[in-house]
């Protein structure tokens, strides 16, 4: 028990302990101003990994933390999500109910900013009902975003609108996993957070619309009028079965990996009986070691996403185990002296470790004693500590181009082919909605807005 707590120690002290990150940082500047796809952070997370065994005075508790980072169960979720929806993203997408989709929004003039506000909207109320972001993007992008590319919207803003309809769910949803850890490190009655939150989350909401609505770019390569007549195939609309059975097993609370493997029968059973699919579409050995069909294309096609959550997985382990953590609130917790510079030091340790880990909960969970206590020495209410967390972490968490919410969205746009890709680095300036959450919390901490309990609030 002993080894799997053991603390990792470094050559030269603190600047040891983040030479994995500068190296990181470095190397995924470097692919943002490439413009490269999930692969250029791959190769930065993995150079991380192997720089900080140079700097570990123990190796063998360096490769521990390694493997302790992977043992997390967010990781397996996460992993298996990503190649279960890559399935059911492919069942749809291959099946032509995008096109027809499409084909019907054209004619009907619903298209370009419209669309792209419009997929905010439903993103919103997809993500709050269901409580998971990531979840959100399995179920929302392989139907909305092809469908708004095609009707004239531009790539990057269809993922936009999507990313910032998860952050709204994510952060004001009360079965979300953010909202709970929040409440419950704070010692506040989870209904009463959820209540007081809507005075951030839904001006902040209501920035983004506007701001979608006002500066949403439209392309020219969507269906035009004519094509739009000949690429609709109502049959394939069957096919909606697949999302429709995983937002049903969501919405019943059911585990988002047995709502996407019900997702995927549901697909394969409808394709076959339907005719849109034969065994053969599906999964085919055509001979000479070889595997074919749609479903084996998808699961490779997830390649470097996979290696990617491999590699940040496992340095968060090590981050874990060399204090980081620790550090970071040590160091900012010195600055909390009074109510607004508590405030500030709880946005700023949060804003930083969940950058770093790219997981809003973990930077919750580790910081939520620490911000208790400073909160109460400060005189700052339990819901105003909960909402400051969880509204930092879906600002900060959401505008780092290496977390999952920026990876995953732009590895599932890419499976549409090049004229659908986005940039990881990209995705952070068409969120508007983590955007519009950083001036609300910026107000919030300068100006005391929302400071105050609401009447009957204790």
């Not at 930065?44 to 190796?59: M, N, P, W, Y």
């Not at 989709?101 to 419009?118: D, H, M, P, R």
């Not at 506007?210 to 739009?228: P, R, Y």
């Amino acid at each position: 028990m002993e080894q799997n707590t053991q603390r990792i120690e470094f050559r030269f002290g603190r600047a040891g302990k983040l030479a994995p990150l500068i190296v990181a940082a470095a190397m995924i500047a470097w692919a943002a101003m490439s413009q490269s796809n999930v692969n250029g952070y791959v190769l930065a997370f993995f150079a991380a990994l192997v720089t900080g065994v140079l700097f570990a005075k123990d190796e063998k508790a360096y490769g521990e933390a390694l493997v302790y980072g992977l043992s997390k169960p967010m990781f397996a979720t996460i992993v298996l999500s990503v190649m279960l929806a890559a399935i059911s993203g492919k069942l749809i997408s291959a099946s032509g109910a995008v096109q027809t989709i499409a084909a019907y929004v054209v004619a009907v003039g619903f298209t370009g900013k419209l669309f792209v506000a419009a997929t905010f909207l439903i993103t919103c109320l997809l993500a709050f009902a269901t409580g998971t972001s990531v979840g959100t993007y399995f179920v929302v992008i392989p139907i909305l975003f092809p469908v708004g590319v095609m009707a004239g919207a531009a790539p990057e803003f269809m993922i936009g609108a999507i990313v910032s309809g998860a952050a709204f769910g994510d952060n004001l949803g009360p079965i979300s996993d953010t909202t709970i850890a929040s409440s419950a490190t704070q010692h506040a009655d989870l209904g009463t957070v959820v209540k007081t939150r809507t005075r951030y989350s839904l001006p902040a909401a209501a920035g983004a619309l506007i701001l979608f609505l006002l500066f949403s770019k439209t392309t020219d390569q969507g269906l035009s009028a004519e094509a739009a007549g000949g690429a609709a195939n109502p049959v394939s609309l069957l096919m909606l079965a697949v999302p429709a059975v995983i937002i049903a097993l969501c919405l019943m609370r059911k585990h988002l990996i047995t709502a996407l493997s019900y997702g995927i029968l549901a697909g394969i059973a409808v394709g076959l009986v339907s005719g849109v699919y034969r065994v053969g579409d599906l999964i085919a050995f055509p001979g000479g070691f070889a595997v074919s069909g749609a479903i084996i294309e998808a699961i490779t096609g997830t390649v470097g996403t996979v290696a990617m959550l491999v590699a940040v997985f496992a340095l968060l382990g090590v981050l874990e185990r060399s204090g980081l953590f620790e550090d970071v609130g040590a160091l900012l917790e010195r600055f909390a002296k009074k109510e607004r510079s508590a405030e500030a030091t709880i946005v700023l340790s949060v804003g930083i470790l969940s950058m770093v880990t790219g997981v809003i909960s973990v930077a919750i969970v580790a910081l939520g004693d620490l911000v208790c206590e400073i909160g109460e020495k400060a005189g700052i209410n339990r819901y105003r500590r909960a909402n400051l967390l969880d509204c930092t972490g879906c600002v900060f968490c959401f505008l780092a181009p290496w977390t999952v919410h920026c990876v995953i969205p732009a590895q599932q746009a890419a499976q549409f082919g090049e004229g659908f890709a986005v940039a990881p680095a990209s995705v952070p300036f068409v969120n508007y909605y983590s955007i519009c959450m950083l001036v609300m919390l910026a107000a919030s901490v300068i100006c005391g807005y929302g400071r105050k309990l609401p009447k009957g609030v204790e």
